[in-house]
C-alpha cells in the first residue's frame, strides 16, 4: 500500500454543465479514493480527493483533460495531509 495524501483541486475552463462532477466522482471511485466534487459559482469545480499518493496523481492528470465536453484551461492543486474524513466519493451540490 503506498503514501495516503490529500489532494485540494481547482479546476478552471468549461468544466460546469458538462458532466465533470459525476465523471470525477465515477474516476475516484475507480482509482479507490474518496472525496468529493462540487461546482464553485465563480464557474470553476473544487475537488478533494484522498487515498494513494500514486492513484491521486492519476486523478489529478485525469482532470487536466476531464470528460469529452469539457475544456480544462487549468488546475490548481495543493496537496494536504490526508484526514480519512470519507467514506466514498460524491458529488456536492
Known amino acids: 500500500m503506498g503514501e495516503k495524501a490529500r489532494v485540494h483541486l481547482i479546476v478552471h475552463g468549461i468544466v460546469q454543465g458538462v458532466f465533470f462532477r459525476s465523471t470525477t466522482a465515477e474516476t475516484g471511485l475507480s482509482l479507490g479514493l474518496t472525496g468529493w466534487a462540487k461546482n ?3 464557474g470553476t469545480v473544487e475537488i478533494v480527493a484522498e487515498g494513494e499518493k500514486s492513484k491521486l496523481e492519476k486523478l ?3 482532470c487536466k483533460k476531464g470528460p ?3 475544456r480544462v484551461t487549468s488546475v490548481d492543486a495543493r496537496w494536504e495531509e490526508p484526514g480519512n474524513g470519507f467514506e ?3 458529488v456536492r451540490l
Do not use: C, H, K, M
Open 60 to 62: 489529478v492528470a485525469w
Open 88 to 90: 466514498t466519493f460524491s
Open 68 to 70: 469529452p465536453s469539457a
Open 40 to 42: 464553485l459559482p465563480d
